[in-house]
């Protein structure tokens, strides 16, 4: 959020999953946290002047939205085919200098807020018997 509001950019565009607990929580929560206009799950993006139309894969199929700017956005696997980098791209890239912001900078409270109270390992499983 105080990097977002730092840099004051127009869209964020987040996955739409974390890796490790498949929770896809980030992209709303910053948006409830900006009070901004989100988009999930997102397999097409149109900008216009002031609005992006954004199309969302449902369970039903396909819902469209037109979302005011500035918005949050998380993606689905089929907005874009990726693209891969020639080797000048990726040495010219080598080169561009990375911005480092120190947590203190930002005002975040990095602090842990839980606190692990025991770690057990499952019991091993018993073999199947024959039947």
Not at 38 to 56: A, H, I, P
Not at 59 to 75: H, M, Q, W
């Amino acid at each position: 959020q105080a990097v977002v509001q730092k840099m004051n950019p127009q869209a964020v565009i987040l996955g739409k999953q974390a890796i490790d607990d498949d929770c896809n929580q980030t992209g709303q929560m910053l948006a409830g946290l900006l009070d901004w206009p989100q988009g999930t799950f997102l397999s097409k993006l149109e900008v216009g002047n002031d609005v992006l139309k954004v199309t969302r894969e449902v369970d039903g199929g396909l819902e469209t939205l037109n979302l005011s700017i500035p918005a949050v956005l998380t993606c689905d696997l089929r907005l874009n085919e990726p693209r891969y980098a020639s080797l000048p791209n990726i040495m010219k890239a080598k080169r561009k200098p990375v911005e480092s912001i120190p947590v203190g900078d930002l005002g975040v409270d990095i602090k842990p807020h839980l606190e692990v109270v025991r770690i057990e390992e499952t019991p091993k499983r018993q073999g199947g018997g024959k039947v």
